[in-house]
């Protein structure tokens, strides 16, 4: 069982930048890949970022590929999201998620475990 607790979401003005973070615990060994998913009211889970753990390749949405930037920190098992110039149709709940084995997808199905969300609100 693998726990992922996403943070760092909240109201924040057009143009402005915010970084999100998400903490693991209960793993064994290290995943294959980590990745952000957002989703708006009536809108299904849309692909953000995804980074590969063992040489942090990355992957991005084409919609945020020039504004944010995914990371992660080995020794604290933590992905993080650094979102600048940020939009009004960036709103949305984002998802910390675990793939154990494979490496960056876009693909939701791919990833094994999911976060609670954390709520971003970009007003314009």
């Known amino acids: 069982q693998v726990q992922l607790v996403e943070s760092g979401g909240g109201l924040v003005q057009a143009g402005g930048s915010l970084r999100l973070s998400c903490a693991a615990s209960?793993?064994?060994?290290?995943?294959?890949?980590m990745g952000w998913f957002r989703q708006a009211p009536g809108k299904e889970r849309e692909f953000v970022a995804a980074?590969?753990?063992?040489?942090?390749?990355?992957l991005y949405a084409d919609s945020v590929k020039a504004r944010f930037t995914i990371s992660r920190d080995s020794a604290k098992n933590a992905v993080y999201l650094q979102m600048s110039s940020l939009k009004p149709e960036d709103t949305a709940v984002y998802y910390c998620?675990?793939?154990?084995?494979?490496?960056?997808?876009?693909?939701?199905?791919?990833?094994?475990?999911w976060g609670q969300g954390t709520q971003v609100t970009v007003s314009s």
């Open positions: 209960g793993r064994s060994s290290f995943p294959g890949a």
């Open positions: 980074i590969r753990w063992s040489f942090g390749m990355t």
């Open positions: 998620a675990a793939r154990l084995r494979g490496l960056e997808s876009s693909t939701p199905q791919d990833y094994n475990y």
